[in-house]
């Protein structure tokens, strides 16, 4: 099983696609029937024997560092992976740590996902000034100490985005610092619909920029014969051409859940104190056994659902924008569904002829990446 351990809520940036958000007019942080925990403590408080206890019922447990920002808990970080008795382990941050993080913690990862957007304008103009220099300053030193581990661009997408520009140019560095790409879409987390241009700028840039990005993608399997990894792309295309469908990509509430600050369990890291949901918590409960969490709602008769498994399970429940805006973000799932579809007869020729494998479709599922922006 993978699991979120978020160690502080405490973050040191404010993008505008986050905490940001919170000084909006009218932004309220949950619906208007959800009854939220407040009495949640802003770091990890709970008995660590207890946490490695509960982990240990696990035979193969891979625990992921959460927050906040993770890395303002270093002291935390060394000490969990001192003593859990945890298969890999693996860390969500902002970057901005990283340059001052000491090496032989770094090389005890298996995976980082590093928050960027794009280009440095871009990044800048979402996460503050700076951002994206001390950001690609950590990542670079990460891959001159020799971090051999896989190295994620955890980009969030909105408005600003051009999405194919903002992709290729994190794929395109030319020292290559990232093994890997994912991006998620700002939609449909919160109340912030009415002030958004969203539909248009998904049917007018995002939709096209991602036909063309899966142009790119098959292109680059044809004249390089290698797959990048494009986790938007490369797990649903996995399914695809293996005819199989998905619960959601992300593993919330079947393969992949959360360790709150106080030892709840939910089924989804940024579902904190909607306790309403939650799954049990580390002292009372089995780690292989923990209750299975569906989407609900229109989610669960949808052509789509075998595909994107419901995109998000706390908009799901929450549903923060009205119907009508909902079904432009389905637009989108159905847009990567058909750009995927379309290119399936150009990597199945691929495959026949030995250019690509299947192999080369290979991933960590559950990893952080939520797969369906």
């Not at 860390?91 to 590093?114: A, H, K, W, Y």
């Not at 020292?175 to 998904?202: E, K, M």
């Not at 490369?234 to 619960?247: A, K, N």
Request: charged fraction near 25%; hydrophobic fraction near 35%; include cysteine.
């Amino acid at each position: 099983m993978h699991f979120h351990l978020l160690l502080t809520d405490h973050c040191n940036l404010c993008c505008t696609y986050c905490r940001g958000k919170a000084f909006l007019p009218g932004e309220a942080p949950a619906g208007p029937d959800m009854d939220l925990d407040w009495t949640l403590p802003a770091e990890l408080q709970v008995d660590l024997d207890r946490l490695y206890a509960f982990l240990a019922r696990d035979p193969s447990p891979v625990l992921t560092f959460y927050g906040g920002e993770p890395l303002l808990r270093t002291d935390l970080i060394r000490t969990i992976m001192d003593h859990a008795p945890v298969e890999r382990f693996l860390i969500q941050t902002n970057g901005l740590l990283l340059p001052q993080v000491e090496p032989d913690l770094l090389m005890r990862f298996s995976t980082i996902l590093v928050s960027v957007d794009g280009a440095r304008d871009l990044t800048d103009r979402y996460r503050g000034r700076g951002t994206y220099d001390t950001v690609m300053r950590g990542v670079r030193r990460l891959r001159s100490l020799g971090y051999r581990g896989e190295v994620i661009a955890r980009m969030t997408v909105a408005e600003a985005t051009e999405i194919e520009d903002a992709v290729l140019h994190l794929a395109g560095l030319p020292d290559h610092p990232f093994s890997s790409l994912h991006w998620q879409l700002d939609a449909n987390f919160s109340s912030d619909y009415p002030g958004r241009d969203f539909r248009c700028w998904a049917e007018t840039s995002y939709l096209p920029g991602i036909r063309r990005l899966v142009g790119r993608w098959v292109e680059e399997m044809e004249e390089h014969g290698r797959v990048p990894r494009w986790y938007p792309f490369l797990d649903t295309t996995e399914d695809l051409l293996q005819g199989r469908g998905s619960p959601l990509r992300c593993g919330s509430g079947h393969a992949n859940y959360s360790i709150l600050t106080d030892g709840a369990l939910s089924p989804c890291p940024i579902m904190v104190g909607m306790k309403a949901h939650y799954v049990g918590h580390i002292t009372e409960s089995d780690p292989m056994h923990l209750p299975l969490v569906s989407v609900n709602g229109e989610c669960t008769t949808c052509h789509l659902l075998p595909f994107c498994g419901g995109r998000c399970l706390y908009a799901s429940i929450l549903k923060p924008w009205p119907e009508e805006a909902r079904r432009s973000v389905c637009a989108t799932v159905q847009g990567l569904h058909d750009a995927l579809t379309g290119a399936l007869p150009q990597i199945r020729d691929l495959l026949t002829s030995g250019r690509i494998r299947m192999e080369d479709f290979a991933h960590e599922k559950y990893n952080g990446c939520e797969i369906i922006p």
